[in-house]
């Protein structure tokens, strides 16, 4: 990109433009999208700051239904079940803190691994000669289109047999190693990666270890970061695996913490605004991660390099 | 691994076979520590802690950690539980689930105990601990509380109808054409032009209120969607109960019955069953979109708390032979079979099935205890809390309960059942066709 001189009065005329239909059509459609997108955080935050009670008889009231800040006090445990249970809340408490660190080192743990793994799988099978090579590779994304809830049971029992119940290993276990998009998506960033350079490297002496902690990994920092935030915001969100071998306090994330909030008895009506309440503070740490790492997101499919 | 976490390693391992020797006596150790209860409702939570800190006053070296999950999920992570070992030694059991765990000996029969701490099984409400006896004759449960059927109903807008609370308190009902219940329901249903259900001109495709909420099609059971009408007909689910071996959705009076229910939808009085799902039936009351919610006693915290609603409580109808008629459950607490502190664990179950801790749960206000005395306790702290709770005492009193259907293969009756009744209440097949539905129920006992 260049920039041209422009001068002062061709300045000024840029910024007085015109309205035209089509613009105002172009904002509007812009306004639209984002309220689209902004509306139900706004409406989760609405139930959050309501009293449950209240809530149904104020369906259509933008403001919330009789303000107070009883969930978010429920989220931190900072209300006794009593209290909790007059203002039509869960009774149960939740360990907020523990949880949010259980989520944190789960979630770090295995993104660190699986992306730290699937990049070494990727350059394997992007610049290594072996036999069978592209057979294994094809049996890798053939593991893509297998249901993750086949592999729940067998994987359920193996840990149990391995006594990690209840641990964090045993939470990280099935995903610290690899997950095949991750290779694909990697395998396929190194094939467009230019050999100049690695060639080059070879000539020095460098073996395929330098080669890849050296130049590979440097130059392929934008798509690695893409991929962590992808899997990191996918493992914070991951519900099923923690359900099943996470259920002690000790190691329960968030998302399983949220459970408490859900149906109290059979046919009862859930703790809504407790449920939104701990929602959105469970989302906060992701929003923030996008927020600073979103640009690199869109960024990342561009890529300078040699070409 | 090197040669120090090797020796870390034995150590630990010397040290846990230290701390398993110390109760080689068995009793000493099955007797003391800490041991694990889950119940469901969090409404309860309240009331059995305080019950587990008397427990640990009087039982010094037992603690007990009272642990609620949300009944979607307790289920599922207690069957978990089971597979894993990690099952808590006592819990909070239902009647439509607890045959399975005998089956899968999941479970600890207590009857030793109850013989050896001359536990009374007579202070319970009537026939409340009979239903915890397997088919092998052996005691499974100690009764905590029971849960009876009425009507809550939207006292404004029944007001606004003209429908006085001595009319809802006095409804009658029949399968022909449905009595005053649903000459009741009719009138209490609004369209979006304001005509009620019974007027010339009602818009049943645009409802606005409708006179009777839906909380689904009721599965096999309708325990309390409509089991409190075909209660009325001298029907039962079962030839037998507990333990029936022959279901009965291909007997006409359950079927005629069925259809006036369906028709209700058909008719515009309640909603479709589609509208139901995901949805809390309580919470549409709570909107103001329906004025009458036939419900369980274990609703009326979730009821009376709505905030702007004054809720009303009105029993069942008198049906077809002259009486009301209510489904009646009763819970228990049972101990896993896998429990590592049998000896606390029982105790525990005990003191749970005692006036004790049912007295304390009674002045809570939350569910009616299975102890008689205790029952009587909890009326009254209801009534000081300003509600009146006899349409869900009374019919126990006047003996106008069945008992809630017991039997073999619910999880696969209900898989029979649950869609071949969604099928019915949502107008796509008549009630005839749950002949065909009984036929495979009563294939799976053959």
Known sequence: MTTAKVSAPARATARRRTFTWRRGGAWLLVALAVAVSVLPFYWILRTALSTNGALAGNATNLLPADFNLGAFQRVFGLQSPEEAVAQGGSGAQIDFWIYLRNSVLFASITTT????????????????????????????????MVPPIFTALPNFLLIKNLGLL??????????????????????????????????????????????????????????????????????????????????????????????????????????WSGLMAATLVSAL???ILFAIFGKKIVNSIGFSGIK | ??????????????????????????????????????????????????????????????????????????????????????????????????????????????????????????????????????????????????????????????????????QMASLTWNPQDGGTYEKTIAHLTVDKNGKRGDEPGFDKNNVAVYGLGLNGSGS???????????????????????????FNYDDPKFQQSIDWFAGLVEKGYMPKLETTVGASMADTFAAGKSVINANGSWMIGQYTGYKDIKVGIAPTPVGVNGKRASMYNGLADS????????????????????????????SKAVVFPAIKTSADKAVEAFKAKGVDVTPFSEQVKDGTTFLYPIADNAAKVDGIMKPAMDSVVSGKAPASSLTQANDQVNALFK
């Open chain 2, 335 to 362: 101990v896993y079979a896998g429990t590592k502190k049998p000896e606390a664990a029982i105790k525990w179950v005990e003191y749970l099935g005692s006036a004790a801790c049912q007295d304390v749960v009674a």
């Open chain 1, 113 to 144: 691994g699986a992306v730290f793994f699937s990049a070494m799988a990727a350059y394997a099978f992007a610049r290594l000669r072996w036999r069978g090579r592209n057979l294994v590779f094809s049996l890798f994304l053939a593991t893509m």
């Open chain 2, 1 to 166: 691994m090197n040669k120090k976490a090797l020796g870390s390693l034995a150590a630990a391992a010397a040290a846990v076979l230290a701390l398993s020797a110390c109760g080689s006596g068995g009793s000493s150790e099955a007797g003391k520590g800490e041991i694990n209860y889950w119940l469901w409702d969090a409404n309860q939570l309240p009331a059995y802690k305080q019950c587990a800190d008397d427990f640990h006053k009087a039982n010094p070296d037992i603690t007990v950690k009272v642990t609620q999950r949300g009944w979607d999920d307790y289920w599922g992570t207690l069957t978990n539980g089971f597979v894993a070992g990690t099952a808590p030694d006592v819990f909070t059991d239902h009647l439509g689930k607890y045959p399975e765990f005998i089956k899968n000996k999941q479970l600890l029969a207590l009857d030793d105990a109850v013989k050896k701490d001359n536990i009374d099984t007579s202070v319970y409400n009537s026939g409340l601990a009979d239903l915890w006896v397997g088919q092998d004759g052996k005691r499974y449960g100690l009764p905590k509380d029971w849960d009876t059927i009425a009507l809550f109903y939207n006292t404004k807008l029944a007001a606004d109808a003209g429908v006085t609370p001595e």
């Open chain 1, 285 to 287: 740490p992701v929003l």
């Open chain 1, 166 to 271: 209840n641990t964090m290993v045993g939470l990280v276990l099935p995903y610290i190693f690899m997950t095949p998009f991750a290779i694909f998506f990697l395998r396929q960033f190194f094939l467009n990666m230019s050999r100049e350079v690695e060639e080059a490297a070879m000539l020095d002496g460098a073996k395929h270890l330098r080669i890849f902690f050296q130049i590979i990994l440097p130059n392929a920092a934008a798509p690695i970061a893409t991929l962590a935030l992808l899997t990191f915001i996918g493992q914070w969100n991951e519900y099923f695996w923690p359900l099943l071998v996470g259920q002690d306090e000790s190691v329960r994330v968030l998302t399983v913490g949220l459970g408490v909030f859900k149906s109290q008895s059979p046919q009862g009506a859930p703790d």
């Open chain 2, 220 to 246: 096999g059971q309708g325990q309390t969607e409509w089991s409190y009408l075909t209660g009325t007909t001298d029907w039962t689910h079962t030839d037998k109960n507990p333990w029936g071996k022959h």
